[in-house]
């Protein structure tokens, strides 16, 4: 049975940094390639990056230069760092086994290829 496990997260100041663990089960990154999403109170899912199978990582404009995709040599535990957060980063974080930008990873929540959610809030 394929799943995924987050943890980390939580409230922080604007400039601060956070840390998301994604504990895989079922299937290692060699598999799939990765994505996490954020969905923030009120407005659209984005995909924030990604990780390929071969490790390229890949960010949306909003994260880019402070957001950081990892994996760690198991390839079953992704790392989202999060660094300089702004208010704007306030949102829920989703891990997914998909990458798809346009539905909000839907083919991972119907599969479950995707976390559980984290909530992380900035606060100015």
């Known amino acids: 049975e394929v799943r995924l496990a987050q943890s980390g997260g939580g409230s922080v100041q604007a400039g601060g940094s956070l840390t998301l663990s994604c504990i895989a089960s079922g299937f290692t990154f060699d598999e799939r390639d990765m994505g996490w999403y954020r969905q923030p109170p009120g407005k659209k899912c984005e995909l924030i990056g990604s990780i390929s199978t071969d490790g390229r990582t890949s960010y949306g404009d909003s994260v880019k230069g402070r957001f950081t995709i990892s994996q760690d040599a198991s390839k079953t535990t992704m790392y989202l760092q999060m660094n300089n957060l702004k208010p704007e980063d306030t949102a829920v974080y989703y891990c997914?086994?998909?990458?798809?930008?346009?539905?909000?990873?839907?083919?991972?929540?119907?599969?479950?290829?995707w976390g559980q959610g984290t909530q992380v809030t900035v606060s100015s």
């Open positions: 997914a086994g998909d990458t798809n930008p346009d539905d909000c990873g839907r083919w991972a929540r119907d599969t479950g290829y």
